[in-house]
């Protein structure tokens, strides 16, 4: 039984991309004086090893990774660890724009595959290193969005709360929140995060160092920068680091 099912996943996927293909080929004339231009085919095969086949489809690129989104998510719904991880690449590889591609397939695969795959008498140390995996290959996941992203504060931000929640690593969630804060339009709390994390580091005088720098950007007038938390944030540090 448990052979069966493995086998037919991949002729289920097959038909569909098939039809998939299909459609492209009998729409193109249409999209081909409007669409942009398809995506690169070395970055399909980069992605996924398909990039000969997904390059034909052109204008559809937005249509064909919204019908292999949708699938993603009923083999979410089904807790299908490998269809999900599979239709997730074959959504970015078909359109590699939309970033909520990207941050939403991350988080499958760092916090929903590594619990389907375990069941509730795993020894910790089990659960510890399929925690490890799913985040590792979340990380490695964003990386390669970042090749068209790599302006966006939100993967590295994404990319901190990996390292955070999911590694324990607040050395590395620091350098991301960082990164994030000083990449243009990154959200306020960017800065925060990782003043916080490097006093957590032991290490308050470059906490102190780096919220001075920050606070002098903050406006006055947008509750969102919590400009005046920083301030007391900044007045504790001196207390701690300067004895005042």
């Given at each position: 039984?448990?052979?069966?099912?493995?086998?037919?996943?991949?002729?289920?996927?097959?038909?569909?991309?098939?039809?998939?293909?299909?459609?492209?080929?009998?729409?193109?004339?249409?999209?081909?004086?409007?669409?942009?231009?398809?995506?690169?085919?070395?970055?399909?095969?980069?992605?996924?090893?398909?990039?000969?086949?997904?390059?034909?489809?052109?204008?559809?690129?937005?249509?064909?990774?919204?019908?292999?989104?949708?699938?993603?998510?009923?083999?979410?719904?089904?807790?299908?660890?490998?269809?999900?991880?599979?239709?997730?690449?074959?959504?970015?590889?078909?359109?590699?724009?939309?970033?909520?591609?990207?941050?939403?397939?991350?988080?499958?695969?760092?916090?929903?595959?590594?619990?389907?795959?375990?069941?509730?008498?795993?020894?910790?140390?089990?659960r510890q290193r399929a925690v490890?995996?799913?985040?590792?290959?979340?990380?490695?996941?964003?990386?390669?969005?970042?090749?068209?992203?790599?302006?966006?504060?939100?993967?590295?931000?994404?990319?901190?709360?990996?390292?955070?929640?999911?590694?324990?690593?607040?050395?590395?969630?620091?350098?991301?929140?960082?990164?994030?804060?000083?990449?243009?339009?990154?959200?306020?709390?960017?800065?925060?995060?990782?003043?916080?994390?490097?006093?957590?580091?032991?290490?308050?005088?470059?906490?102190?160092?780096?919220?001075?720098?920050?606070?002098?950007?903050?406006?006055?007038?947008?509750?969102?920068?919590?400009?005046?938390?920083?301030?007391?944030?900044?007045?504790?540090?001196?207390?701690?680091?300067?004895?005042?």
């Amino acid at each position: 039984m448990s052979s069966s099912v493995a086998n037919s996943r991949p002729l289920r996927l097959g038909a569909t991309f098939a039809a998939l293909v299909g459609t492209a080929f009998l729409l193109r004339p249409l999209e081909q004086a409007l669409a942009p231009a398809g995506p690169d085919p070395g970055q399909l095969a980069a992605l996924t090893g398909r990039g000969g086949v997904l390059a034909v489809l052109g204008g559809l690129r937005s249509v064909v990774a919204g019908g292999f989104w949708l699938k993603a998510n009923l083999a979410w719904e089904r807790r299908d660890a490998a269809a999900a991880a599979e239709l997730i690449a074959l959504t970015v590889a078909a359109d590699e724009r939309p970033a909520y591609f990207w941050l939403n397939g991350a988080r499958m695969l760092a916090y929903d595959l590594p619990e389907w795959r375990l069941d509730a008498t795993a020894p910790a140390a089990v659960r510890q290193r399929a925690v490890a995996e799913g985040a590792q290959q979340a990380l490695r996941f964003l990386e390669s969005g970042r090749r068209w992203h790599g302006s966006d504060p939100a993967f590295f931000i994404e990319m901190g709360s990996l390292h955070l929640r999911r590694l324990g690593d607040g050395e590395s969630a620091a350098r991301c929140y960082r990164q994030a804060a000083e990449l243009p339009g990154a959200p306020y709390y960017a800065a925060r995060l990782h003043g916080e994390l490097l006093r957590e580091l032991g290490r308050p005088a470059e906490a102190l160092a780096w919220l001075r720098q920050v606070v002098a950007r903050l406006p006055a007038d947008d509750p969102a920068a919590r400009r005046a938390v920083v301030e007391e944030r900044i007045k504790a540090l001196e207390r701690e680091v300067e004895g005042r």
